[in-house]
């Protein structure tokens, strides 16, 4: 695991931007993870700006997202799928017949969600997940209790969960109770994983993800054990990190090694 702590928001933004844009123009063809919320849009914006002045190509790219609520509609402007188009695809060129968002009113939600196991493998599996973490330590709508092995399926939503998305909606009872989401399992199988987190509020939930035990009861701690995480946090979410300081000399230390790498080639 490597942990790269930045400044605030926008810098954290930028970063993860250029490493996602990294990953498409050594593989033009790259299959994304994305995920939707607050965290994620300032780098959406990064990556729309950096299309739009610097010519990056998203033709060929293939994107799998992680979630969307159960039943809602594609158009409602709450569920994930008006919202990623909104923050990025109606921005860039990216093919539509490459885009996969959970049907939010599919009949059939275990056929649909082994259809959707199904593609990401076709698709040659996950290269890069693009991922936040919750308040309870979620990722994706693997709430608290979630099986560490779980695929793609309906989720039933946590109350907290619930109660905190209900500013969003009018109505108490247009809360969604459910949401599709990939499984903790099929996340593990990407080959990199991209965390972020930012704000105080997710000081104590990332403390418990990257140095607490690995548990079902915080689902973003099993990714420890994957074997090409990044997380980039911005000084407010890292002020709880016990070991800041050697995350921050570890990643002193590997830029100081790309360059004897280099200067060697």
Known sequence: MRLIIKKDYRAMS???????????????????????????????????????????????????NLDEYYPIPSTHPQSYHYFIHKELFNHINIDPDRIHIPDGLVKNTNAFCQWYEDEIKKAGGIDLQLLGIGKDGHIGFNEPGSSLGSRTRIKTLTAQTIKDNAQFFKKKEDVPKFAITIGVGTI??????????????????????IEGPITAQVTASVLQMHKELLVIADEEASSALERKEYYQHIEELTGKLKTLTLEED
Do not use: M, W
């Open 188 to 209: 593990l199988d990407a080959k990199r994983c991209l965390l972020l987190a930012s704000g105080k509020n997710k000081a104590k939930v990332l403390k418990k993800a």
């Open 14 to 64: 930028k970063k993860a931007a250029k490493i996602v844009a990294e990953q498409i123009r050594e593989k033009p063809d790259s299959v994304l993870g994305l995920a939707t919320g607050s965290t994620v849009i300032g780098t959406y914006k990064e990556l729309i700006r950096i299309h739009k002045k610097e010519g990056l190509d998203f033709s060929e790219v293939t994107t799998f």
